[in-house]
């Protein structure tokens, strides 16, 4: 399933994803107790984000500097479309839709509401791109207008209507521009329930997320279409590690639990849960929270496997 770098295949993950349009990458990132974190109050990390997994840079469309296409491409841009690209360039094309931004944002939103989040945040870098990522903040606020108009506030509605405390049952609705929301998970976490974002700014913020909370053998993920769902672990693929019953399995088995949510299994996945986090509080770990933790006994990927069994009650 590996991906090479600058060459070869492209993503086999990505193309599932774009082939069973599974266009919501669900990535919930909380806080286990013990678990090592470089925060002071990791305990206040508890968000899920919602990625875009169609389009944006994503979609690969492509091409390689000095190419046949690349040179077309640049010379129409040059002579039809007044830019003044150079010669030997790489082009690549960052596709966003009204139709796929909405039904992300709505996903997002539907899962702020069945799961009692009190925000949504839309991710995006409008101040520079304003015709891509502008627009995916200006859809998002229309499809939660559209669709969830009983549902959910904007943030002008929040102090402007309700001296700035949130109604019972209502779901704020706010954006931020991407540089700054870096900042802010950082330094309010606690104000972030469910971010919505195109997938680029996806994927480097739910890692950024995931380093808060002990790193990506923490993370779980998702991805969801309106047909079917495919969970895996959030790291990727990890060759060198192959076959040597090694690597936190975390990631993976909460992935699990995720889609036993989505099964509507929730007994065994808080029971899951329970037990992943009782083995960490009991100090038996893999090699890569054991050199953080000290005290800790290091097991292999089996060893902690059966620990959890062992702590389900």
Not at 8 to 27: E, P
Not at 36 to 52: A, F, G, L, T, Y
Not at 264 to 282: C, E, N, P, V, Y
Not at 294 to 304: L, N
Request: glycine share 8%; proline share 4%.
């Amino acid at each position: 399933m590996t991906a090479p770098v600058g060459k070869g295949i492209r993503s086999l993950n990505v193309a599932i994803r774009q082939k069973l349009d599974l266009y919501a990458c669900v990535r919930p990132v909380k806080y286990i107790d013990q678990v090592p974190s470089p925060m002071k109050h990791p305990e206040n990390i508890d968000m899920v984000v919602v990625r875009e997994n169609t389009e944006d840079l994503y979609a690969g469309i492509e091409y390689q500097a000095g190419s046949p296409e690349a040179d077309k491409l640049r010379v129409f841009l040059n002579e039809q479309m007044g830019t003044s690209l150079a010669e030997e360039t790489a082009l690549g094309i960052k596709p966003m839709s009204a139709k796929n931004t909405k039904r992300l944002v709505a996903a997002a939103i539907a899962y702020a509401i069945d799961n009692d989040r009190s925000t949504v945040t839309l991710m995006h870098k409008g101040n520079i791109m304003k015709f891509t990522e502008a627009a995916f903040a200006k859809w998002g606020y229309e499809v939660a207008r559209e669709k969830f108009g009983d549902h959910t506030i904007t943030e002008r509605e929040l102090y402007d209507d309700y001296q700035g405390k949130l109604p019972a049952g209502k779901v704020l609705i706010k954006d931020r521009i991407a540089d700054m929301l870096f900042q802010q998970v950082l330094l309010r976490p606690d104000e972030f329930d469910v971010i919505a974002t195109p997938n680029l700014n996806g994927d480097y913020i739910s890692d950024a997320l995931a380093a808060q909370v002990g790193g990506l053998g923490m993370a779980p993920g998702a991805n969801i279409g309106d047909r079917c769902a495919v969970f895996e672990a959030t790291h990727g693929t990890a060759p060198k590690y192959a076959g040597l019953d090694k690597v936190n399995p975390s990631s993976l088995i909460l992935s699990g639990a995720m889609m036993l949510d989505y099964m509507d299994w929730r007994q065994a996945s808080a029971l899951i849960r329970q037990a992943l986090q009782a083995t960490i509080k009991s100090g038996t770990v893999t090699y890569d929270l054991a050199r953080q933790i000290e005290g800790a006994k290091e097991v292999k990927c089996s060893e902690f496997a059966r620990g959890i069994v062992e702590h389900m009650d």
